[in-house]
């Protein structure tokens, strides 16, 4: 059987991690590499192979399928040229920048035969599918989530809102999705905003009620220092606290003692225990066995509409409902 031709354009660091990934699998030849910057894709080719193309267009012509790894506010022009050049098509977070473009990704996208896979690796990191099996097992109650960077300054471009579309698009959004993966659909949100160290907002307090009447706080600060745990999900159901930290470890404390279950991640090597391993076999296994793939437009769509109803509930002062 011939294998699935992969086309990677953006070679930078995530499109690195992917490429090393797909150069694992028998199922995928990486076939074709595409970066603004010629001797970035070269230097990658050296250590995956494909070919080195010098357009979007010459990358087409030979891959199946193609990841598009490029950055934030370039993700729906590269997707779309992709999936009406009929390519079945793995975009990185986040989905879109803003609605309107994330309305056009999403009709591009579900009016294709072509599988279209978002990249919200946190929903198969280890950690988190643990999470929402113990969920299933018990009513969860409310939670506290905190999702922080240290810094917005290595690299630069992180603290560029024209390139990223804001802190939240850069950041935030990974547990925006994951709050609807593991909590529901949300009906209303409040948010609270300020800015400080950056040129935009960078520092959020929010409030979540979901439609089962699940309700959560959440804060995200972009300027918190490294301080372990950046990124923590603390679950409250009944007599019990789940505590999930960064992608490590999960802690399952149950009843009325002081005892508690520890669970580590650790010992994995970091794209398994982040999950780009899973998302990336997921992806290949929706092409070759003609599945639905785990994380949908539609996921994505609805991960940008967070972000954007955050913005709009701070600018306004009042509650968003769904």
């Known amino acids: 059987m011939s294998r699935l031709r992969v086309g990677i354009i953006g070679t930078g660091y995530i499109g690195n991690v992917h490429a090393r990934i797909y150069a694992r699998d028998e199922r995928v030849e990486i076939?074709?590499?595409?970066?603004?910057?010629?001797?970035k894709a070269e230097k990658t080719a050296r250590?995956?192979?494909?070919?080195?193309?010098?357009?979007?267009?010459?990358l087409f012509e030979n891959c199946d399928a193609v990841l598009v790894c490029t950055p934030n506010k370039t993700h729906?022009?590269?997707?779309?040229?992709?999936?009406?050049?009929?390519?079945?098509?793995?975009c990185e977070k986040p989905f879109a920048i803003g609605l309107e473009s994330a309305r056009l990704l999403l009709e591009e996208a579900q009016k294709s035969k072509c599988k279209f896979q978002?990249?919200?690796?946190?929903?198969?990191?280890p950690?988190?599918?643990?999470?929402?099996?113990?969920?299933?097992s018990d009513q969860p109650h409310s939670a506290h989530?905190?999702?922080?960077?240290?810094?917005?300054?290595?690299?630069?471009?992180?603290?560029?809102?024209?390139?990223?579309?804001?802190?939240?698009?850069?950041?935030?959004?990974?547990?925006?999705?994951?709050?609807?993966?593991?909590?529901?659909?949300?009906?209303?949100?409040?948010?609270y905003g300020s800015q400080h160290e950056y040129p935009e907002l960078d520092e959020f307090s929010m409030i979540f009620k979901f439609k089962n009447g699940f309700h959560c706080t959440f804060a995200s600060s972009s300027?918190?220092?490294?301080?372990?745990?950046?990124?923590?999900?603390?679950?409250?159901?009944?007599h019990r606290t789940i505590l999930t930290q960064e992608m490590e470890s999960l802690i399952d404390s149950k009843e009325m003692d002081a005892n508690f279950e520890f669970l580590s991640f650790s010992m994995l090597e970091k794209e398994e225990r982040w999950g780009y391993v899973q998302e990336d076999k997921a992806f290949v296994d929706s092409i070759l066995e003609?599945?639905?793939?785990?994380?949908?437009?539609?996921?994505?769509?609805?991960?940008?509409?967070?972000?954007?109803?955050v913005y709009r509930a701070i600018k306004s002062g009042e509650k968003i409902s769904f």
């Open 290 to 309: 003609g599945l639905t793939p785990p994380v949908t437009a539609l996921d994505g769509y609805k991960s940008v509409e967070i972000v954007e109803s």
């Open 145 to 191: 989530i905190k999702m922080n960077r240290g810094e917005l300054k290595n690299p630069a471009w992180t603290g560029d809102p024209n390139i990223t579309g804001g802190f939240l698009y850069e950041t935030t959004i990974h547990l925006f999705d994951m709050i609807r993966y593991q909590f529901g659909e949300i009906s209303e949100l409040v948010a």
């Open 31 to 39: 076939s074709a590499l595409y970066d603004i910057i010629h001797e």
């Open 76 to 90: 729906v022009e590269i997707a779309i040229d992709a999936l009406r050049h009929e390519k079945h098509v793995f």
């Open 127 to 136: 950690v988190y599918v643990k999470l929402r099996e113990l969920l299933r």
């Open 223 to 238: 300027d918190a220092s490294w301080l372990f745990p950046f990124e923590r999900i603390e679950v409250f159901c009944h």
């Open 47 to 58: 250590s995956v192979g494909g070919r080195v193309c010098r357009s979007r267009e010459e």
């Open 118 to 125: 978002v990249g919200h690796n946190r929903r198969f990191a």
